[in-house]
């Protein structure tokens, strides 16, 4: 299971280091710029484990602290606080509100990793949906179940094309439109070829085939008979 990270911070230098960091190590690294944001994002991703700047603008680490806390889906949530601030009375200020732990600046990876993978130990493992495809238009890629797949560029323009409006039936014609564009002569059989090469990809359920019309995405086409497959 890949456990899912946020990282809120309003340096850009430290988002961009610790994200990098700690994506090589396997996580999956969310990040937002001020605590507001932060906040926003934690409900979308539901993260294991959220590292919080102290001082940032527009909401502040302790006001952003609180407000996860007093959130019931992220009031479990580990917290470990980032500050170049290390009194004491900081530090409890942190615990105070609800923080796990309290890491001065500047940071240290290694340090960092240490405490990141202690932490996320004592976080109860999440049964992954390993069905479930997501596409990443930022970063050009599919995941399945967290698992990411790296797709050609014209698998890619397909997959999501299908996935912009899960159960719409799309015409071959809109398809050939669309992904290879009017002014594009390709083979009669191209479509069929992509589509098969992206059910070896992702699994032959989330591709049906309307025979004589085209083909739709469903999440739930588990149950599609395996004749209407090309």
Not at 28 to 36: C, I, K, L, P, R
Not at 134 to 144: F, G
Not at 167 to 192: M, Q
């Amino acid at each position: 299971m890949a456990y899912r990270i946020l990282l809120i911070d309003d340096e850009d230098d430290i988002l961009e280091f610790v994200k990098y960091n700690l994506m090589r190590d396997g996580y999956e690294v969310f990040t937002a710029s001020n605590g507001a944001e932060g906040i926003q994002t934690a409900l979308k991703v539901k993260p294991h484990l959220i590292l919080l700047d102290m001082m940032m603008p527009v909401l502040d680490g302790i006001e952003t602290c609180k407000a996860l806390r007093s959130s019931p889906v992220l009031k479990n949530v580990m917290i470990v606080f980032l500050s170049a601030v290390g009194s004491e009375e900081t530090q409890l200020q942190g615990y105070d509100v609800g923080a796990d732990d309290y890491i001065t600046k500047p940071i240290k990876m290694n340090i960092l990793r240490s405490r990141v993978q202690a932490i996320l130990k004592r976080v109860e493992p999440i049964e992954e949906d390993t069905t479930t495809i997501k596409i990443d238009r930022e970063h050009y890629q599919v995941l399945k179940g967290g698992e990411k797949i790296i797709l050609p560029r014209k698998e890619f323009a397909l997959l999501e094309l299908l996935h912009s409006q899960p159960d719409k039936l799309f015409t071959r014609e809109e398809i050939y439109a669309s992904v290879w564009g009017n002014k594009v002569v390709v083979g009669d059989r191209t479509i069929d070829v992509h589509i098969r090469k992206l059910r070896q990809k992702i699994g032959d359920e989330h591709i049906i085939t309307v025979k004589g019309v085209g083909y739709k995405f469903s999440a739930g086409a588990a149950e599609q008979k395996e004749e209407d497959k090309q």
